[in-house]
T-cell receptor, first 115, second 111 residues
Framework: NAGVMQNPRHLVRRRGQEARLRCSPMKGHSHVYWYRQLPEEGLKFMVYLQKENIIDESGMPKERFSAEFPKEGPSILRIQQVVRGDSAAYFC?????????????FGPGTRLTVT | GEDVEQSLFLSVREGDSSVINCTYTDSSSTYLYWYKQEPGAGLQLLTYIFSNMDMKQDQRLTVLLNKKDKHLSLRIADTQTGDSAIYFCAVPIYNFNKFYFGSGTKLNVKP
């Protein structure tokens, strides 16, 4: 049973380009969370999605950032017109989201560098 | 929102016990979690405790919860060099729509 997959593991973008980060949850998990980790800091919640629905996006910047979790395929975190301050590690976590099991299982992260 | 705090560093000798502390503010959380992050890696779920428990033991790990003081601790017995990592406590809001993480405690184990 494969764990949470994220790709790419490393992504370099120039200022103004778009970054697209992918997350495939664990088999059987229908809940996905995205987090951002700045260097030497903890994780900051960005968005929580279930299949085809954004449940909570209160941690997402209002502009340039969007997320989706389509019926088929991975969850995508999209950052348009990247700036240097977007450089960070982006982690997704998946959860079965059942009443007895809300553990989150994390992917290895995508390290975004904006030059 | 939720405020989760941890001390930043802890240094122990191999074979000693380590105690990592966490305080939080939201009393509605039903589960509280501990994660481990090794350099360049994602977070690994170590253990969790249900909020109606005071203690949970899992091999070398002991979690203590003082719900009145909103204080959570993780004790690692017989700490090994392989335990060197950053440890995060995580607290969900009541409906699990959002998890708040502490800033992490960097554990350094000296041989």
């Amino acid at each position: 049973n494969a764990g949470v997959m994220q790709n790419p593991r490393h992504l370099v973008r120039r200022r103004g380009q778009e970054a697209r980060l992918r997350c495939s949850p664990m088999k059987g998990h229908s809940h996905v969370y995205w987090y951002r980790q700045l260097p030497e800091e903890g994780l900051k919640f960005m968005v929580y999605l279930q299949k085809e629905n954004i449940i909570d996006e209160s941690g997402m910047p209002k502009e340039r950032f969007s997320a989706e979790f389509p019926k088929e395929g991975p969850s995508i975190l999209r950052i348009q017109q990247v700036v240097r301050g977007d450089s960070a590690a982006y982690f997704c976590a998946s959860s079965p989201g059942t009443a007895s099991s809300y553990e989150q299982y994390f992917g290895p992260g995508t390290r975004l560098t904006v030059t | 929102g939720e405020d989760v705090e941890q001390s930043l560093f802890l240094s122990v000798r191999e074979g000693d016990s380590s105690v990592i502390n966490c305080t939080y503010t939201d009393s509605s959380s039903t589960y509280l979690y501990w994660y481990k992050q090794e350099p360049g890696a994602g977070l690994q779920l170590l253990t969790y405790i249900f909020s109606n428990m005071d203690m949970k033991q899992d091999q070398r790990l002991t979690v203590l919860l003082n719900k009145k003081d909103k204080h959570l601790s993780l004790r690692i017995a017989d700490t090994q060099t392989g335990d060197s990592a950053i440890y995060f406590c995580a607290v969900p809001i009541y409906n699990f729509n959002k998890f708040y993480f502490g800033s992490g405690t960097k554990l350094n184990v000296k041989p």
